[in-house]
Protein backbone atom coordinates (compact mmCIF):
# COMPACT_ATOMS: atom_id res chain seq x y z
CA UNK A 1 0.00 0.00 0.00
CA UNK A 2 3.08 2.78 0.82
CA UNK A 3 4.66 1.68 -1.82
CA UNK A 4 1.69 2.16 -4.03
CA UNK A 5 1.02 5.97 -2.83
CA UNK A 6 4.77 6.47 -3.17
CA UNK A 7 4.59 5.74 -6.71
CA UNK A 8 1.45 7.77 -7.21
CA UNK A 9 2.91 11.26 -5.71
CA UNK A 10 5.81 10.20 -8.23
CA UNK A 11 3.65 10.05 -11.29
CA UNK A 12 1.47 13.39 -10.04
CA UNK A 13 4.89 15.13 -10.09
CA UNK A 14 5.78 13.70 -13.13
CA UNK A 15 2.30 14.97 -14.70
CA UNK A 16 2.69 18.55 -13.29
CA UNK A 17 6.40 18.70 -14.93
CA UNK A 18 4.85 17.33 -18.02
CA UNK A 19 6.18 14.29 -18.24
CA UNK A 20 3.30 12.83 -19.25
CA UNK A 21 4.68 9.10 -20.74
CA UNK A 22 7.00 8.71 -17.54
CA UNK A 23 3.91 9.27 -15.22
CA UNK A 24 2.30 6.71 -17.59
CA UNK A 25 4.96 4.18 -16.54
CA UNK A 26 5.09 5.18 -13.02
CA UNK A 27 1.00 4.51 -12.66
CA UNK A 28 1.56 1.62 -14.07
CA UNK A 29 4.34 0.31 -11.47
CA UNK A 30 1.87 1.78 -8.50
CA UNK A 31 -1.06 -0.44 -10.41
CA UNK A 32 1.32 -3.27 -9.84
CA UNK A 33 1.76 -3.04 -6.38
CA UNK A 34 -2.15 -2.71 -5.65
CA UNK A 35 -4.16 -3.82 -8.70
CA UNK A 36 -7.31 -2.94 -6.72
CA UNK A 37 -6.51 0.53 -5.95
CA UNK A 38 -9.50 1.96 -8.44
CA UNK A 39 -8.10 5.43 -8.19
CA UNK A 40 -4.43 4.34 -9.63
CA UNK A 41 -6.79 2.88 -12.58
CA UNK A 42 -8.42 6.54 -12.95
CA UNK A 43 -5.40 8.77 -12.73
CA UNK A 44 -3.46 6.78 -15.61
CA UNK A 45 -6.72 7.48 -17.72
CA UNK A 46 -6.98 10.68 -16.92
CA UNK A 47 -3.29 10.84 -18.60
CA UNK A 48 -4.64 8.78 -21.30
CA UNK A 49 -6.74 10.98 -22.34
CA UNK A 50 -4.52 13.91 -21.90
CA UNK A 51 -2.44 11.66 -24.60
CA UNK A 52 -5.21 11.49 -27.27
CA UNK A 53 -5.62 7.54 -26.27
CA UNK A 54 -9.41 7.45 -25.99
CA UNK A 55 -9.48 3.69 -25.98
CA UNK A 56 -6.56 3.02 -23.34
CA UNK A 57 -8.38 5.91 -20.87
CA UNK A 58 -11.79 3.77 -21.64
CA UNK A 59 -10.35 0.25 -20.45
CA UNK A 60 -8.79 2.11 -17.00
CA UNK A 61 -12.37 3.61 -16.54
CA UNK A 62 -14.03 0.43 -16.93
CA UNK A 63 -11.28 -1.44 -14.11
CA UNK A 64 -11.59 1.27 -12.24
CA UNK A 65 -15.76 1.28 -12.31
CA UNK A 66 -15.31 -2.45 -11.78
CA UNK A 67 -13.38 -2.05 -8.55
CA UNK A 68 -15.83 1.02 -7.33
CA UNK A 69 -18.75 1.61 -8.89
CA UNK A 70 -19.27 4.93 -7.05
CA UNK A 71 -15.72 6.24 -8.72
CA UNK A 72 -17.12 9.55 -10.02
CA UNK A 73 -13.18 10.00 -11.79
CA UNK A 74 -14.01 7.14 -13.50
CA UNK A 75 -17.05 7.87 -14.99
CA UNK A 76 -15.79 11.64 -15.88
CA UNK A 77 -12.55 10.13 -17.51
CA UNK A 78 -14.82 7.44 -19.54
CA UNK A 79 -16.85 10.26 -20.94
CA UNK A 80 -14.14 12.65 -22.06
CA UNK A 81 -12.75 9.19 -23.79
CA UNK A 82 -16.16 8.82 -24.95
CA UNK A 83 -16.50 12.61 -26.41
CA UNK A 84 -13.06 12.30 -28.49
CA UNK A 85 -13.94 9.00 -30.31
CA UNK A 86 -17.49 10.46 -30.97
CA UNK A 87 -19.49 8.20 -28.80
CA UNK A 88 -21.79 10.80 -27.62
CA UNK A 89 -24.69 9.36 -26.36
CA UNK A 90 -21.94 7.20 -24.03
CA UNK A 91 -20.43 10.00 -23.23
CA UNK A 92 -23.85 11.94 -21.93
CA UNK A 93 -24.26 8.67 -19.97
CA UNK A 94 -21.07 8.85 -18.40
CA UNK A 95 -20.52 12.52 -17.64
CA UNK A 96 -24.46 12.54 -16.34
CA UNK A 97 -23.33 10.04 -13.87
CA UNK A 98 -20.45 11.21 -12.60
CA UNK A 99 -22.17 14.47 -11.88
CA UNK A 100 -25.03 12.58 -9.92
CA UNK A 101 -22.07 10.89 -7.71
CA UNK A 102 -20.09 14.04 -7.04
CA UNK A 103 -21.00 17.26 -9.30
CA UNK A 104 -17.80 18.87 -11.35
CA UNK A 105 -18.29 22.06 -13.02
CA UNK A 106 -15.86 20.65 -15.73
CA UNK A 107 -17.83 17.63 -15.92
CA UNK A 108 -20.89 19.51 -16.23
CA UNK A 109 -19.57 21.61 -19.32
CA UNK A 110 -18.85 18.85 -21.20
CA UNK A 111 -22.22 17.53 -20.24
CA UNK A 112 -24.05 20.51 -21.90
CA UNK A 113 -21.56 20.19 -24.89
CA UNK A 114 -22.31 16.55 -25.65
CA UNK A 115 -25.96 16.42 -24.98
CA UNK A 116 -27.71 17.97 -27.94
CA UNK A 117 -25.67 15.80 -30.38
CA UNK A 118 -26.52 12.85 -28.42
CA UNK A 119 -30.19 13.40 -27.89
CA UNK A 120 -30.21 13.86 -32.00
CA UNK A 121 -28.68 10.12 -31.76
CA UNK A 122 -31.46 8.74 -29.62
CA UNK A 123 -34.24 10.76 -31.38
CA UNK A 124 -32.47 9.14 -35.37
CA UNK A 125 -32.50 5.70 -33.16
CA UNK A 126 -35.97 6.18 -31.96
CA UNK A 127 -37.68 7.07 -35.19
CA UNK A 128 -36.06 4.13 -37.17
CA UNK A 129 -37.68 1.81 -34.44
CA UNK A 130 -40.97 3.47 -34.52
CA UNK A 131 -40.47 2.91 -38.21
CA UNK A 132 -39.69 -0.79 -37.82
CA UNK A 133 -42.26 -1.31 -35.10
CA UNK A 134 -45.09 0.44 -37.64
CA UNK A 135 -43.72 -2.06 -40.64
CA UNK A 136 -43.78 -5.11 -38.46
CA UNK A 137 -47.19 -4.45 -37.29
CA UNK A 138 -48.04 -3.70 -41.13
CA UNK A 139 -47.20 -6.94 -42.00
CA UNK A 140 -49.00 -8.55 -39.02
CA UNK A 141 -51.96 -7.17 -40.03
CA UNK A 142 -51.51 -8.43 -43.56
CA UNK A 143 -50.97 -11.50 -42.69
CA UNK A 144 -53.86 -11.82 -40.25
CA UNK A 145 -55.73 -10.50 -43.07
CA UNK A 146 -55.02 -13.02 -45.48
CA UNK A 147 -55.65 -15.60 -43.22
CA UNK A 148 -59.23 -14.58 -42.39
CA UNK A 149 -59.68 -14.67 -46.65
CA UNK A 150 -58.18 -17.91 -46.79
CA UNK A 151 -60.42 -19.17 -44.07
CA UNK A 152 -63.32 -17.62 -45.70
CA UNK A 153 -62.75 -18.81 -49.04
CA UNK A 154 -62.48 -22.54 -47.60
CA UNK A 155 -65.78 -21.88 -45.51
CA UNK A 156 -67.46 -20.57 -48.63
CA UNK A 157 -66.34 -23.58 -50.70
CA UNK A 158 -67.42 -26.09 -48.02
CA UNK A 159 -71.09 -24.20 -47.53
CA UNK A 160 -71.37 -24.58 -51.49
CA UNK A 161 -69.62 -28.31 -51.57
CA UNK A 162 -72.66 -29.11 -48.76
CA UNK A 163 -74.99 -27.38 -51.01
CA UNK A 164 -74.70 -28.96 -54.38
CA UNK A 165 -73.39 -32.25 -53.02
CA UNK A 166 -70.67 -31.58 -54.82
CA UNK A 167 -67.08 -33.38 -54.49
CA UNK A 168 -64.16 -31.21 -52.91
CA UNK A 169 -61.43 -30.42 -55.43
CA UNK A 170 -58.64 -32.93 -53.94
CA UNK A 171 -61.57 -35.77 -53.86
CA UNK A 172 -61.19 -36.69 -57.68
CA UNK A 173 -64.40 -37.49 -58.42
CA UNK A 174 -65.41 -40.99 -58.73
CA UNK A 175 -63.15 -42.59 -61.64
CA UNK A 176 -64.05 -42.44 -65.06
CA UNK A 177 -64.70 -39.73 -67.24
CA UNK A 178 -67.03 -36.87 -66.04
CA UNK A 179 -66.46 -37.63 -62.80
CA UNK A 180 -69.53 -39.53 -61.78
CA UNK A 181 -72.00 -42.44 -63.11
CA UNK A 182 -74.16 -41.11 -66.02
CA UNK A 183 -71.86 -38.13 -66.70
CA UNK A 184 -69.65 -39.89 -68.78
CA UNK A 185 -68.06 -42.47 -67.08
CA UNK A 186 -69.94 -45.28 -68.75
CA UNK A 187 -70.94 -45.81 -72.13
CA UNK A 188 -74.51 -44.75 -72.36
CA UNK A 189 -74.62 -44.10 -68.43
CA UNK A 190 -73.96 -46.22 -65.53
CA UNK A 191 -74.71 -50.07 -65.90
CA UNK A 192 -77.97 -51.14 -64.33
CA UNK A 193 -79.10 -47.61 -63.70
CA UNK A 194 -79.92 -44.46 -65.39
CA UNK A 195 -78.12 -41.75 -67.05
CA UNK A 196 -77.77 -43.63 -70.70
CA UNK A 197 -80.24 -43.49 -73.73
CA UNK A 198 -83.77 -44.57 -72.79
CA UNK A 199 -82.81 -45.10 -69.14
CA UNK A 200 -85.30 -44.40 -66.67
CA UNK A 201 -85.84 -42.25 -63.59
CA UNK A 202 -82.15 -41.23 -63.02
CA UNK A 203 -80.53 -42.04 -59.42
CA UNK A 204 -80.64 -40.51 -56.54
CA UNK A 205 -76.58 -38.59 -57.22
CA UNK A 206 -76.72 -36.30 -54.12
CA UNK A 207 -76.93 -39.54 -51.86
CA UNK A 208 -74.03 -41.34 -53.83
CA UNK A 209 -72.48 -37.95 -53.38
CA UNK A 210 -72.92 -37.63 -49.54
CA UNK A 211 -72.07 -41.48 -48.59
CA UNK A 212 -68.53 -40.87 -46.91
CA UNK A 213 -68.24 -44.74 -47.01
CA UNK A 214 -68.62 -44.43 -51.09
CA UNK A 215 -65.94 -41.40 -51.31
CA UNK A 216 -64.08 -43.84 -48.89
CA UNK A 217 -64.16 -46.97 -51.13
CA UNK A 218 -63.10 -44.64 -54.02
CA UNK A 219 -60.01 -43.62 -52.60
CA UNK A 220 -58.81 -47.20 -52.86
CA UNK A 221 -56.70 -47.42 -55.93
CA UNK A 222 -58.08 -50.76 -56.43
CA UNK A 223 -61.39 -49.94 -56.52
CA UNK A 224 -61.09 -47.12 -58.79
CA UNK A 225 -58.88 -49.09 -61.00
CA UNK A 226 -62.28 -51.58 -61.15
CA UNK A 227 -65.09 -49.20 -61.68
CA UNK A 228 -62.65 -47.41 -64.34
CA UNK A 229 -62.14 -50.88 -66.19
CA UNK A 230 -66.59 -51.46 -65.89
CA UNK A 231 -67.47 -48.05 -66.96
CA UNK A 232 -65.23 -48.79 -70.12
CA UNK A 233 -66.71 -52.36 -70.97
CA UNK A 234 -69.29 -53.36 -68.64
CA UNK A 235 -68.78 -56.60 -69.83
CA UNK A 236 -65.77 -56.53 -67.20
CA UNK A 237 -67.99 -56.95 -63.95
CA UNK A 238 -67.18 -60.33 -64.79
CA UNK A 239 -63.55 -60.33 -63.48
CA UNK A 240 -64.17 -59.14 -60.32
CA UNK A 241 -66.99 -61.55 -59.91
CA UNK A 242 -64.77 -62.80 -56.99
CA UNK A 243 -63.33 -59.79 -55.07
CA UNK A 244 -65.76 -58.59 -52.21
CA UNK A 245 -63.87 -55.19 -51.54
CA UNK A 246 -64.94 -54.19 -55.23
CA UNK A 247 -68.66 -56.08 -55.68
CA UNK A 248 -69.27 -54.45 -52.15
CA UNK A 249 -69.14 -51.07 -53.62
CA UNK A 250 -70.66 -51.95 -56.87
CA UNK A 251 -73.66 -53.57 -54.98
CA UNK A 252 -73.73 -50.51 -52.94
CA UNK A 253 -74.09 -48.32 -56.26
CA UNK A 254 -76.76 -50.48 -57.31
CA UNK A 255 -78.64 -50.04 -54.57
CA UNK A 256 -78.12 -46.12 -55.00
CA UNK A 257 -79.42 -46.32 -58.40
CA UNK A 258 -82.32 -48.21 -57.91
CA UNK A 259 -81.29 -52.05 -58.15
CA UNK A 260 -83.41 -51.43 -62.04
CA UNK A 261 -81.70 -53.35 -64.32
CA UNK A 262 -81.96 -51.37 -67.23
CA UNK A 263 -79.15 -49.95 -69.05
CA UNK A 264 -78.36 -51.55 -72.31
CA UNK A 265 -77.96 -49.40 -74.64
CA UNK A 266 -80.90 -48.41 -77.06
CA UNK A 267 -83.28 -48.21 -73.88
CA UNK A 268 -84.45 -51.97 -74.08
CA UNK A 269 -84.90 -53.57 -70.71
CA UNK A 270 -82.90 -56.43 -70.07
CA UNK A 271 -84.22 -59.76 -69.55
CA UNK A 272 -85.05 -59.47 -65.67
CA UNK A 273 -84.38 -55.80 -65.69
CA UNK A 274 -87.89 -55.42 -63.71
CA UNK A 275 -86.88 -53.58 -60.02
CA UNK A 276 -85.18 -56.08 -57.77
CA UNK A 277 -83.60 -57.74 -61.36
CA UNK A 278 -79.67 -58.48 -61.49
CA UNK A 279 -77.47 -55.77 -60.59
CA UNK A 280 -75.44 -53.78 -63.56
CA UNK A 281 -77.72 -54.35 -66.37
CA UNK A 282 -78.39 -58.12 -65.78
CA UNK A 283 -74.96 -59.28 -64.81
CA UNK A 284 -75.31 -62.09 -62.04
CA UNK A 285 -72.74 -63.10 -59.90
CA UNK A 286 -72.29 -66.57 -58.34
CA UNK A 287 -71.76 -68.66 -61.36
CA UNK A 288 -75.42 -70.03 -62.51
CA UNK A 289 -77.96 -68.27 -65.10
CA UNK A 290 -80.07 -65.76 -63.78
CA UNK A 291 -83.35 -66.29 -62.60
CA UNK A 292 -85.73 -64.15 -64.89
CA UNK A 293 -83.59 -64.23 -67.92
CA UNK A 294 -84.85 -65.50 -71.62
CA UNK A 295 -82.98 -68.45 -72.42
CA UNK A 296 -80.74 -70.12 -69.80
CA UNK A 297 -76.59 -70.82 -69.64
CA UNK A 298 -76.05 -74.98 -68.70
CA UNK A 299 -72.55 -75.66 -67.07
CA UNK A 300 -71.00 -78.21 -68.82
CA UNK A 301 -67.75 -78.34 -67.12
CA UNK A 302 -65.79 -76.49 -70.03
CA UNK A 303 -67.09 -72.89 -69.76
CA UNK A 304 -66.92 -70.36 -66.76
CA UNK A 305 -70.06 -68.84 -65.27
CA UNK A 306 -72.26 -67.01 -67.73
CA UNK A 307 -73.61 -63.09 -67.34
CA UNK A 308 -76.46 -61.50 -69.31
CA UNK A 309 -75.47 -57.84 -70.38
CA UNK A 310 -78.23 -56.21 -71.62
CA UNK A 311 -80.33 -59.41 -72.64
CA UNK A 312 -77.01 -61.19 -73.85
CA UNK A 313 -75.14 -63.82 -72.76
CA UNK A 314 -71.07 -62.88 -71.73
CA UNK A 315 -69.01 -66.38 -71.32
Known sequence: MDAANDKRMEAMQAVGEGRLDDAIEIFTEAIRNNPTMSALHAKRASIY??????????RDCDKAVQLNPDSAQAYKWR????????????????????????????ANALLKEVMPRAKLIHDHKRKIERKKEE?????????VRKAREEAERRRSESQQQQHTG???????????????????????????????????MGPDLSSILSDPELLKAFQDPEV???????????????????????????NKL????????????GGAPPPGGAPGGPPFGGAYFGGGSSPDAQGSTEDDGTSGP?????GGDVD
Open 49 to 58: VRLQKPNAAI
Open 135 to 143: RELKERKER
Open 224 to 250: AAAFQDVSTNPANISKYQNNPKVQAVL
Open 166 to 200: AFPEDAGGFPGAGGFPGAGGFPGGFPGGAGGPGSG
Open 306 to 310: SYTFG
Open 254 to 265: TSKFGGAGAGME
Open 79 to 106: GKAHRLLGHWESAANDLAIACKIDYDDD
